[in-house]
């Protein structure tokens, strides 16, 4: 079996691999770097679900793989505030699919003001960390939370989520 990953980028790879070995031990698993077709900063959910979704069709495809995985990072507007937030999404070449959220975390004022602004999120917080490529590291979450949850852990349960359709199939089929 090959799994296709719709990014090169090593915290979303490992979020991958960390519950995709668990359930197929010998399954091949390949990043390839595909286009999201959204924003670099996607503002919404449903924009970053989008984005997941075309990257999963885009590494599938791009490998004639068995099945592709995309993992987006976005914000979203809330009643009190923009939220951090992230989408998974899995396209099985039968047509399957499964989709996983990651927990939401309120961003602090002055970083909503950037984003709102047109910066994206990984830049704003490479900027206010001192730091350089956060978002290949702890990300915008790990930072937040001083890294008691860091961004390939969130992606990781995201994951986790969206393999549900594939690993308890006999819960999703129709009775």
């Known amino acids: 079996m090959i799994i296709a990953i719709g990014s090169t980028n090593p915290v979303k790879v490992t979020a991958v691999t960390t519950h995709i070995h668990h359930v197929w031990p010998e399954v091949q698993v390949v990043p390839v770097s595909v286009p999201s077709g959204v924003s670099a900063m996607p503002m ?26 995309g993992l987006e990072g976005g914000v979203h ?27 939401r975390l309120p961003l602090p004022e002055h970083i909503t003001r950037r984003v709102q602004n047109g910066e994206e999120l990984g830049h704003v917080m490479d900027d206010v960390m001192g730091e350089h490529n956060t978002k290949q590291k702890g990300g915008a979450v790990g930072a937040l939370t001083n890294n008691l949850v ?9 994951v986790a989520y969206a393999l549900a359709p594939f690993v308890s199939p006999d819960l999703y089929s129709n009775r």
């Not at 959910?45 to 995985?69: K, V």
Request: glycine letters at 14%.
């Open 150 to 158: 860091v961004r390939g852990e969130a992606f990781a349960t995201a």
């Open 77 to 103: 507007p809330e009643l009190f505030g923009l939220v951090l937030q992230g989408w998974v999404a899995i396209v099985a070449a039968d047509g399957r699919t499964g989709l996983g959220g990651c927990a």
């Open 44 to 69: 919404s959910d449903a924009e970053t679900i989008t984005g997941a979704q075309n990257r999963a069709r885009a590494a599938r495809q791009a490998l004639d793989a068995d099945l592709g995985i």
